[in-house]
């Protein structure tokens, strides 16, 4: 077991979804609090962070799409300490394919290899692509641990992975094909890292107002412009959050997905912002890997290259057209 396993582990118990496994909120309170776990997170540990908020997508789909039989095994391996999460992206030339002749094929971008018990992978079949539980230890994936060398998000243990004709029974299957991409969960569910995202900001004002305190630097008045910036800026992608949150229950599929897709480039703006400003307050100092401030601003500026973020900008741009998307108090 890693450190990493022990963490994680840990932290699903903390938040009580062991025994009360994360679901579909049905109310926006019920999705404050599942975010404000996942904030929570990621203004302590980006790394330990996505691996929860990736536990909870993989959950949540299981208790959506799987059959009362796989939700009664998925629960029950929750109890007994089982950690999920997603593997999607394909590994070039190696499509993952679910053949008569097994599991064949691999997957980029695994976050938690080697730490994870499930993964819910996507892979080609006959039917489609289809939804699959693999449990780790008994179908073990070859993982290569060399591809990812990164200036951060190292503890996110993202490799790639392999299968070679491994047997996967038909009760791995979830769901029906094409359900992982199904809307309004798909494109909504990116509000979850964006949960995240926010609680670096927080985690780069914390760590900055902690260092100029210590160096008794707080009174320049250059710095105390930057710290008040700072704090705008988390507190910004905080509301951000919360409001988008909300209003996935007062509005239908044709704003509310571009409202998350709106969050998500806001918060990441500020936090580009917030990143240009813990080193201008902190200095040379803040890069020395022993500071408290400098894994939050690697973790942080690599978990904030998410995919596609042009496309989330056609889409906010394409609801405002519509009139979708309009400002208001």
């Known amino acids: 077991m890693t450190?990493?396993?022990?963490?994680?582990?840990?932290?699903?118990?903390?938040?009580?979804?062991?025994?009360?496994?994360?679901?579909?909120?049905?109310?926006?309170?019920r999705y404050l609090s599942l975010l404000t776990v996942l904030y929570a997170m990621g203004r302590r540990d980006l790394p330990l962070g996505r691996l929860l908020e990736g536990h909870v997508d993989a959950v949540q789909i299981v208790r959506r799409y799987g059959t009362a039989a796989q939700v009664d095994r998925l629960l029950a391996a929750l109890a007994a300490g089982a950690m999920l999460g997603v593997w999607n992206a394909g590994l070039a030339g190696e499509p993952l394919v679910l053949a008569d002749d097994g599991l064949r094929g691999g997957k980029s971008y695994a976050s938690g290899a080697g730490v994870l018990t499930h993964a819910l992978v996507t892979a080609d079949t006959a039917d489609g692509a289809r939804l699959l539980l693999v449990d780790l230890a008994n179908v073990p994936p070859m993982v290569d641990r060399h591809w990812w060398r990164m200036t951060g998000m190292q503890?996110?243990?993202?490799?790639?992975?392999?299968?070679?004709?491994?047997?996967?029974?038909?009760?791995?299957?979830i769901g029906a094909p094409g359900d992982y991409a199904r809307e309004p969960f798909f494109g909504g569910g990116a509000l979850r890292f964006v949960a995240v995202h926010a609680g670096g900001i927080a985690g780069l004002c914390d760590r900055v107002r902690d260092h100029l305190i210590a160096t008794d630097r707080v009174g320049d008045p250059f710095q105390a412009a930057r710290l008040a910036e700072i704090f705008c800026l988390a507190d910004t992608a905080a509301s951000i959050v919360r409001r988008t949150a909300v209003d996935w229950f007062e509005q239908d599929d044709a704003a509310r997905l571009p409202r998350v897709a709106a969050a998500r480039l806001a918060v990441t703006d500020a936090a580009e912002r917030a990143l240009a400003l813990a080193q201008q307050s902190v200095g040379l100092t803040g890069h020395f890997l022993d500071h408290p401030l400098a894994a939050m601003l690697t973790d942080l500026a690599v978990y904030l290259r998410q995919p596609a973020p042009d496309g989330q900008r056609l889409r906010v741009g394409a609801a405002v057209a519509a009139g979708h998307l309009v400002p208001s108090l």
């Open 3 to 29: 450190d990493t396993a022990d963490l994680l582990r840990a932290a699903i118990a903390t938040a009580g979804w062991d025994r009360d496994a994360p679901r579909d909120p049905d109310t926006p309170g």
């Open 155 to 173: 503890r996110s243990e993202t490799h790639r992975v392999r299968w070679s004709h491994a047997a996967v029974g038909d009760d791995a299957l």
